[in-house]
């Protein structure tokens, strides 16, 4: 009857799962059919697969994936691990398809990913949080379409620091080759403009003291402007 048919196809769907050489989309489909058609709480499905309630819900999460990433992930070009910080930009499909393209082409690491992700993430939340001024998002598109790669500014009381993202010695070359490309400015172009900006009255004259070595002395200044002397 329909009660032994429904039984085949339970006891057919759990076996499929439990064979070894499932890939992760077929194993989610797979517990997502259990779900749908059946019924069954992720729990339920966890106790009949031998799995934990994390790890069907887990699974069951990689098909809010797009179709092209499911479709990589089906074949192996990505792994499982991969995955999961693509996952954590499913709120920003623009950013989720760039990173995807650089676990792929760029052969990145499950970390290498999740430290973008946290940081693309982290860096949505600040700008909810910390309302940013919109010149320096300007600033930053700016920069990424100048240098090709992601870039991310953060303002402190006094300056602040802009961080470049790359992953290899030939990145680094080509963002180098971007900045050299462009007209060169008056190193001391900035510290000029900060100086005029926020004049020092005498009461916030302080003693500076020199801390060189003796060694650094000898060393002198040099080309301290040179952009070997700069860190990315």
């Known amino acids: 009857g329909d009660d032994s048919d429904l039984m085949k196809l339970e006891l057919s769907i759990i076996e499929n799962i439990q064979r070894e050489d499932l890939n992760p989309v077929d194993r989610a489909r797979a517990f997502e059919r259990l779900a749908s058609e059946f019924s069954f709480k992720h729990h339920l499905i966890a106790a009949k697969v031998g799995k ?126 971007a900045i050299q490309t462009n007209k060169r400015k008056d190193p001391n172009e900035t510290l000029s403009r900060f100086e005029a900006e926020n004049p020092i009255s005498n009461e916030d004259v302080a003693i500076i003291v020199d801390d060189t070595t003796s060694d650094e002395d000898e060393t002198g200044d040099g080309d301290i402007y040179s952009v070997k002397d700069f860190t990315i």
């Open 52 to 177: 934990s309630r994390e790890y069907v819900s887990n699974s069951l999460r990689l098909l809010s994936l797009p179709q092209f990433i499911l479709d990589a992930l089906s074949i192996g070009k990505i792994s499982e691990g991969h995955a999961r910080p693509l996952m954590m930009l499913g709120d920003r499909p623009e950013e989720q398809g760039v990173l995807f393209k650089e676990i792929t082409f760029k052969k990145l690491t499950v970390r290498e990913a999740e430290g973008i992700a946290r940081r693309i993430a982290y860096d949505k939340v600040r700008k909810k949080e910390r309302a940013i001024d919109p010149e320096i998002i300007d600033l930053e598109e700016k920069l990424r379409e100048a240098l090709g790669t992601r870039v991310q500014i953060e303002r402190r009381d006094v300056g602040g620091k802009v961080m470049i993202d790359f992953f290899s010695n030939e990145d680094l070359k080509s963002i180098l080759d």
